[in-house]
């Protein structure tokens, strides 16, 4: 294929303002950030909970949790997108609705229903990995911190979750990026995260393959760092005979 790359694109002006494609990008990638950060946040708290619920000994407690993961995890990131950002705003109350459809920029409201619907999502997902890694520690746990005296509360708090949560470091890794590069999804409801500066740079500039190449770079490497980090912490903190670090 004889095609000429054009590199220099991305520091040309966008004809808009001053704005190169590059700053874009910069952008686009902030927007990226920011969401995958407020959505994790929501699904490691939210998805922390759930599987807390999910394996203490009450049928209706964890049957509640069971309820949320199979619900959330089997209906389509997209359709969930769709119902946060056009159906869920007509049920609120009146004073509600005005105030997100009128008074709102409509960045923040698209910003609002991404960052819910995501970390939503991810809570599903992120429940099953601390129920996992909670079930996967030796019974003898809980009953030596019941002999001791512990509520179960405070079983959890100080005994079994601070243990789960060293264990399940690689799937949670995992949801991490997964966090990031679903945040592509906010583009579809015209939030300018990085796919949608993008789609608009190909567009403006007509450098499909640059524009294209450049955004694969970044997931990648904003993607394998975080990989690279969560590793490290990874052997900082894993149990002996309870996790295999580098492989070993």
Do not use: H
């Not at 960045?107 to 079930?135: D, K, M, N, Y």
């Amino acid at each position: 294929m004889n095609y000429n790359w054009d590199w220099s694109v991305f520091f040309k002006s966008t004809g808009v303002g001053s704005e190169t494609y590059l700053d874009w990008y910069v952008s686009g990638l902030a927007w990226t950030i920011g969401i995958a950060i407020a959505a994790w946040i929501i699904a490691l708290t939210l998805g922390s909970i759930l599987g807390v619920m999910r394996t203490v000994p009450n049928r209706i407690v964890s049957g509640i949790a069971t309820c949320y993961v199979e619900l959330f995890r089997n209906v389509p990131l997209l359709v969930q997108l769709f119902i946060w950002y056009f159906l869920v705003p007509d049920l609120l109350p009146a004073d509600l609705q005005e105030w997100y459809k009128q008074d709102l920029n409509p960045t923040t409201s698209a910003f609002l229903s991404v960052v819910v619907c995501l970390g939503l999502f991810t809570t599903a997902r992120v429940c099953e990995q601390v129920r996992t890694g909670i079930q996967a520690l030796p019974r003898g746990q809980e009953s030596a911190a019941r002999a001791m005296g512990f509520k179960l509360p405070q079983i959890y708090w100080n005994v079994l979750l601070p243990q789960a949560y060293r264990i399940i470091i690689p799937p949670l890794t995992s949801e991490f990026l997964n966090v990031f590069k679903n945040t592509s999804v906010a583009s579809l409801i015209g939030l300018m995260e990085l796919l949608a500066q993008t789609k608009q740079t190909a567009e403006f500039s007509a450098n499909l393959f640059e524009a294209f190449t450049l955004a694969t770079l970044i997931y990648f490497t904003l993607n394998m760092s975080l990989m690279l980090l969560m590793r490290l912490v990874e052997k900082k903190v894993a149990v002996p005979g309870l996790i295999s670090v580098g492989g070993k």
